[in-house]
């Protein structure tokens, strides 16, 4: 158990529909993350929020957006739905720092299904 | 470009045989981070280990251990005695700097047999 929460863990949507996912950090935790992975792939970064700035950005397209709330937890939206963002989106929370072992926590994701 | 490449896409070992996952990662930064993830079927992440590019000291945790190369820009990891508890998928992953940015290989998938 990481403390990291995603809602909800699954989704099916129609194209061009638009989505908002959440994700609870853990505590003590000042730093959101959000990847795509699509099926059969590795993690792709999407975006990092710190303190409720955006922090750093992956190559998506600016449909993808993000909040991120005064309690760290955080949300992705997508609109405009295509049917390759049919993927599991994860959530990481983190608080890192250089000397440390510190890392990114993960979350179970979201589901999403695009028809 | 790739910034972290994992050749193997699977490999099959029977119980208690040595395994090990390469990673190898470009990056120009002089400070960066490396990371290996587990990803069990239940698909959630699991942290194994991270390593700062200025420590080049390798690891070894219970049955894990890992071989950080500079020279060749590898960050290996190896399982001893596999079991079949191992069986998943790790990902290698690097980040540089700022911490604001990550990037996950492909991935291998471990299945290891009775």
């Known amino acids: 158990e990481t403390g990291v929460t995603q809602s909800p863990t699954h989704l099916i949507k129609t194209r061009g529909q638009q989505v908002t996912l959440r994700c609870s950090s853990q505590s003590g935790h000042n730093t959101v993350s959000w990847y795509q992975q699509a099926l059969g792939q590795g993690p792709q970064f999407i975006f990092q929020y710190y303190r409720e700035e955006e922090n750093g950005r992956g190559n998506f397209p600016p449909r993808f957006s993000g909040l991120q709330f005064p309690n760290y937890s955080s949300e992705l939206n997508v609109n405009a739905l295509e049917l390759d963002d049919s993927a599991l989106y994860l959530c990481?929370?983190?608080?890192?720092?250089?000397?440390?072992?510190?890392?990114?926590?993960f979350g179970p994701g979201t589901r999403l299904l695009v028809l | 470009a790739q910034k972290v490449t994992q050749a193997q896409t699977e490999i099959s070992v029977v119980e208690k045989e040595d395994v090990t996952l390469d990673c190898v990662y470009e990056t120009r930064d002089t400070t960066y981070y490396l990371f290996w993830y587990k990803q069990p079927p239940s698909g959630e992440l699991v942290f194994l280990i991270r390593?700062?590019?200025?420590?080049?000291q390798n690891e070894i945790s219970g049955r894990y251990s890992w071989n950080f190369q500079k020279s060749t820009s590898s960050f290996n990891f190896t399982i001893t005695a596999s079991q079949v508890v191992d069986s998943a998928v790790y990902f290698c992953?690097?980040?540089?700097?700022?911490?604001?940015?990550?990037?996950f290989g492909s991935g291998t998938k471990l299945n290891v047999k009775p």
């Open positions: 390593r700062n590019s200025f420590d080049e």
């Open positions: 990481a929370s983190s608080s890192f720092g250089q000397a440390s072992q510190e890392t990114q926590y």
């Open positions: 992953a690097l980040s540089e700097n700022n911490f604001n940015k990550f990037y």
